[in-house]
């Protein structure tokens, strides 16, 4: 089963601009992860949010998650060509299974 | 040079056939994990282990097996009863189960399985 469900499915964007990603799940959860994953590699886990935390940041990257709502948002800032890749979101309930997200294809044109 | 090892990176099954992925980490991860990909689509849970020589079915065993003999090794066997097997492999390890920021995972770089 897939709890999350992510938006957009693809997004296209030039070098330098925003790029938004968002992800809705249906049950309650310890935290909330995202990856990235190039194309035909392994993921790379970039930045975990915990239930009890709002926001957080790591280098151009900012998640929120808003536990009432059952949404979480990746913002990636200024971003780059070499960020071209797919992000998942990924959610934890405590038992160790992780449950991933259909992905967000984002495209960065130099 | 610590991480998660997965071979081979391609794998072909003829028909009937049963075959093995291979799964090493170093990491020293109480925790592994199996997941497939299918083309466009997210990861979904095959089996699971919190521990060695025990595992839990996840959402798609059926046409699966596998084994824990020993903490670092997490071998997927694909079955000849898993009719639909082509798809991209990943194997995954977290440190910990429960605990939050420790359940992040570390994955392999795949493997690519076809049928012949």
């Known amino acids: 089963s897939q709890q999350g469900e992510e938006d957009p499915q693809a997004l296209s964007i030039q070098e330098g601009e925003n790029a938004t990603m968002n992800c809705s799940y249906k049950?309650?959860?310890?935290?909330l992860q995202w990856y990235r994953q190039n194309s035909g590699r392994g993921l790379v886990h970039l930045i975990l949010?915990?239930?009890?935390?709002r926001e957080k940041h790591s280098g151009r990257l900012r998640v929120t998650l808003d536990t009432s709502k059952k949404s979480s948002s990746l913002l990636i800032t200024a971003s780059r060509a070499a960020d071209t890749a797919s992000y998942f979101c990924?959610?934890?309930?405590?038992?160790?299974?992780?449950?991933f997200g259909q992905g967000t294809t984002l495209q960065v044109k130099p | 040079d610590g991480g998660i090892t997965q071979s081979p990176k391609y794998l072909f099954r003829k028909e009937g056939q049963n075959v093995t992925l291979s799964c090493e980490q170093n990491?020293?991860?109480?925790?592994m994990y199996w997941y497939r990909q299918d083309p466009g689509q997210g990861l979904r849970l095959i089996y699971y282990?919190?521990?060695?020589?025990?595992?839990q079915k996840g959402d798609i065993a059926e046409g699966y097996s596998v084994s824990r003999e020993k903490k670092e090794s997490f071998p997927l066997t694909v079955t000849s009863a898993q009719k639909n097997p082509t798809a991209f492999y990943l194997c995954?390890?977290?440190?910990?189960?429960?605990?939050?920021?420790?359940?992040?995972?570390?994955f392999g770089s795949g493997t690519q399985l076809s049928v012949l």
């Open positions: 282990s919190q521990i060695v020589n025990d595992f």
């Open positions: 990924a959610t934890g309930g405590g038992t160790g299974k992780l449950i």
């Open positions: 049950t309650s959860i310890n935290n």
């Open positions: 995954a390890s977290s440190a910990a189960v429960g605990t939050g920021p420790n359940e992040k995972l570390f």
């Open positions: 990491l020293n991860h109480d925790a």
């Open positions: 949010i915990r239930s009890n935390e």
